[in-house]
């Protein structure tokens, strides 16, 4: 009983507060047309609030239904395009619904429309923060899961120069100077999800405007069977003998460029005396030398 009696006085103060309210923003809407768009919006507020429905009599209830009666025919005088339906507003009796009803979502709901799904970044995922370097994560090797909403085409990409490293979960920019290939990552524990991406691209477009991107050196091949391995560093020739497919490769390093293309197009073409093999065994002995043991 003495909990009820607590409780009376303040829910009738809180009861007589709301309709003041109400009642007060019923007759700004009534009184000033500029008004009349935002009241289905305030009304809509105030209704589905947890503490107006919840927290105050039905005489206060009552009291707001029929404000929001009373601004209704205050603002059908304005014309047709400022009723709850067409504006859009989630109003009373806009869906045909309860004013104490459920939500009903209207066009002013806002919803994802992209086709998106949930990933974990092993790495984690970074910001404008953790692109300072003093604030990177530490250690470097131990991983920071996280969670979020990434869109479908997030690793589809149009210059096939920036890929997509599922490893490491970095954005990789490939290019040809001085006559190699060179790459540079933008991961996305530094610059986070879609700036990772960015950069990325603002990267390559840097290296264009200063002119750095070259194409692969081609060596041409003098006939077909013979090649050059760049990664070996030696001319490949492919031959037949004694019915058997053979291969011989001759160093770049050790005979020069031309002279080992000149020996494996020697050797494709005459696999048996084309290039004669060294002399397997002991090495001959120098003139000098050979003259001491005669004596």
């Known amino acids: ?18 309709t003041h309210l109400v009642r007060l923003a019923a007759a700004m809407a009534a009184a000033v047309p500029a008004l009349v768009p935002c009241r289905s919006a305030l009304f809509a507020v105030l209704l589905r609030s947890t503490a107006l429905r919840r927290g105050i009599c039905p005489a206060a209830r009552r009291a707001v239904t029929s404000a929001a009666e009373s601004a209704d025919q205050a603002s059908s005088s304005t014309g047709p395009g400022s009723s709850d339906a067409e504006i ?4 009373v009796g806009a869906d045909g619904e309860d004013a104490f009803g459920e939500l009903v979502p209207s066009v002013r709901v806002y919803r994802r429309s992209r086709a998106e799904h949930q990933r974990i970044f092993r790495w984690g995922v970074g ?28 690793y589809a990409t149009e210059n096939p120069n920036i890929v997509w490293e599922e ?26 999800v879609e700036r990772a991406k960015r950069e990325a691209y603002a990267w390559y477009e840097e290296l264009r405007d200063a002119g750095r991107l070259k194409t692969k050196k081609h060596i041409p091949s003098p006939q077909p069977g013979v090649f050059y391995d760049a ?14 497919p053979l291969s011989r490769c001759f160093s770049a390093n050790k005979f020069g460029f031309d002279g080992a293309q000149k020996l494996a197009v020697a050797k494709q073409n005459d696999p048996v005396n084309g290039v004669l093999p060294l002399r397997k065994g002991k090495p001959l002995l120098k003139p000098f030398r050979k003259a001491v043991q005669t004596v």
Do not use: I
Not at 172 to 185: D, G, H, I, Q, T
Not at 231 to 244: A, E, I, K, L, T
């Open 167 to 192: 490893l490491n979960e970095v954005w990789e920019v490939y290019w040809y100077e001085n006559s190699k290939l060179n790459a540079r990552p933008f991961p996305v524990k530094k610059f986070g």
């Open 231 to 244: 990664r070996m560093q030696d001319w490949v020739c492919f031959f037949w003998r004694d019915n058997r």
């Open 127 to 154: 910001n404008a923060f953790r692109m300072q370097s003093q604030n990177r994560f530490t250690p470097v090797h131990k991983p920071h899961p996280k969670e979020v909403c990434v869109r479908d085409d997030y």
């Open 88 to 91: 859009g507003a989630p109003g």
């Open 1 to 18: 009983s003495s909990k009820a009696s607590l409780v009376a006085p303040c829910q009738s103060f809180r009861c007589s507060a709301w």
